[in-house]
């Protein structure tokens, strides 16, 4: 099946600093790509659409500036967490509508947990 | 809007036991899509069914099985016989259409011991 992989899987980082998450899609052509936050045993938050080629759509209350997301192909998303704090520390997961189109078919990466000191 | 509900957070149960998760929806649509994922503790998540709203056939697949009620906007997943590989979270899933946003339930929290 399509396989979503994302990278690194773990980062520490201090506070002030700027961290690059990437997602890319393995086997198949990603033209979309969601990114999800995730805090301790919480659900899972959309935080917006990346879509390549074109500016992400962000969800309510998300801040664009804080969370850069670039699309610049059709198999990498990458999510920039600018000058990151305490309280960015969170589980971030990826994932890509699948290869045949039908509805609600999502790949998720394996996820990337941020730490920021 | 649209909204998941998973009013159980936490379960325990003795491995070789049967357990349903619930689910219960909200929608306008008469088009939507529901899912359950599994979330082990290494935190990727795995999908495990995709519904939509013309078919309510119950399904099953292995020790899996899964109840697709509209007439309550529930769609139960039930685990015969439980193992301890299935402790995970298990999360279940709406959408409306295309444009694949999904909304979450809160998720449950699955112990099975030995």
């Known amino acids: 099946g399509a396989v979503v992989s994302q990278h690194p899987s773990r980062v520490i980082c201090k506070s002030g600093t700027s961290v690059k998450i990437e997602c890319r899609s393995l086997?198949?052509?990603?033209?979309?790509m969601f990114w999800y936050r995730q805090f301790p045993k919480k659900s899972l938050m959309l935080m917006a659409t990346?879509?390549?080629?074109?500016?992400?759509?962000?969800e309510q209350g998300v801040e664009k500036d804080k969370f850069l997301i670039n699309h610049a192909s059709l198999t990498l998303s990458t999510l920039t967490v600018t000058s990151a704090h305490p309280e960015d520390s969170s589980f971030y997961i990826c994932?890509?509508?699948?290869?045949?189109?039908?509805?609600?078919?999502?790949?998720f990466g394996e996820g990337s947990r941020l730490t920021v000191l | 809007a649209q909204k998941v509900t998973q009013a159980q957070t936490e379960i325990s149960v003795v491995e070789k036991e049967d357990v349903t998760l619930d689910c219960v929806y909200e929608?306008?649509?008469?088009?939507?899509?529901l899912f359950w994922y599994k979330q082990p503790p290494s935190g990727e998540l795995v999908f495990l069914i995709r519904?939509?709203?013309?078919?309510?056939q119950n399904e099953i697949s292995g020790r899996y099985s899964w109840n697709f009620q509209k007439s309550t906007s529930s769609f139960n997943f039930t685990i015969t016989a439980s193992q301890v590989v299935d402790s995970a979270v298990y999360f279940c899933?709406?959408?409306?259409?295309?444009?694949?946003?999904?909304?979450f339930g809160k998720g449950i929290t699955l112990s099975v011991r030995p």
């Open positions: 519904r939509n709203s013309f078919d309510e």
């Open positions: 899933a709406l959408t409306m259409g295309a444009n694949s946003k999904l909304t």
């Open positions: 994932s890509a509508r699948g290869p045949s189109g039908r509805t609600g078919e999502l790949f």
């Open positions: 929608t306008r649509d008469t088009t939507y899509y």
């Open positions: 086997d198949f052509q990603a033209t979309t």
């Open positions: 990346s879509n390549e080629g074109s500016k992400a759509t962000y």
